[in-house]
């Protein structure tokens, strides 16, 4: 990702005093294999959410870290599944949990401070950019707008903010508070100055060490954005619908009337294949069956090995408002807005017909 991500900005910031033929140019940004990702983590995205929303099948995501693919690929089935993740609340919300509370690395993979490219990975930006296709293909589905999206982009590189330059959130605790031998940690009230509380009890206001100032979260939009550019990020086109979410999993109210089969399939996602696992599920996973994981090709194919499991099974009706992705062909296309701005002649990317949408 992090290869490829580098050569989509070098072709992007690329002199453009000499002009490139629009084939070639196009050639090239096929060849940076960027749209392939950001093809691929759809089409699996679109997998996990067919057995989890209509098929009431249990994926397992496997990583080695489970804080960089997984949250990806957690964040983009919900997208897809629960309609409040596509306004801005949900958003926030899911970009809060998924990405900032889970621990995903932001201080070695955007790394900031360019002290090794070991680590160094894209990965929150290419989410970024899957969301873009989703906002792209379905505009009025969601609350939020592009500009929403590149503020968020852009957000990752704000070193004043404390969201986005972590690796974890106790790395974000220690770095916004002052751990003095006059603070404690309880997990209700979280970090205390016991000093401080005391002197304001007792009415002596005397000045104390000031307290290390704690950075703003990026969701405080207005220390970085105007008005009119905040207005910007709401979609004025967006049609709100009444969300019928049950135990927070955007299941309908129907749900209750579901009949699903005591053995449910258990799916494993491991290196981009969907395996299907034995009934009883193993804690380790090097003691899995070889004989047990069938690997399956396409979601088609793991529907199929389900039909003798589910003929007992009543039918029901899928959930309503899933929002599954195209990834196919030119239905991915390039981030001129926030990829291309940069160039010093914007005039002859954006003439071009870079992989648009078909009419």
Known sequence: IQISYLKLRSLCSADTSTPTPDEKWLSNLEGTRWLDYVRLCLKKASEVAILLGERRRSVVLQESDDRDLNCLLA??????????????SGYQSLVQKEWVSAGHPFMQRINHFKRSDKEESPVFLLFL????????????AFEFTESYLMA???????LFCSTFTHNCHWDRIRGSQRHSSSQTYTP??????IVREKILLNGDYKPVEDMKAVPPTVWEWSLFYSHVRRKQFRNPVYQVRELAVLNGNG??????????????SVYLLSKGSLILQ???FPRKIGTVSKRTARRAQSTESLLEEEKPSRSNVTTYSPIEDLLFPISVGPWV?????CYLRYTTDMTQHDTRAILQRPA
């Open 251 to 264: 299941t309908g109210h129907n749900a209750d009337k579901m009949n699903v089969s005591n053995s449910c």
């Open 333 to 337: 296309t390039l981030w001129k807005r």
């Open 129 to 140: 950019d899957c969301v873009w296709q989703f906002v792209q293909q379905s505009p009025t």
């Open 278 to 280: 034995s009934p009883l």
């Open 152 to 158: 968020l982009h852009d957000s990752t590189y704000n």
């Open 75 to 88: 964040s983009l089935v919900q997208l897809i599944l629960d309609p409040h993740t596509r306004t801005l």
């Open 188 to 193: 209700v009230n979280g970090w205390r100055d």
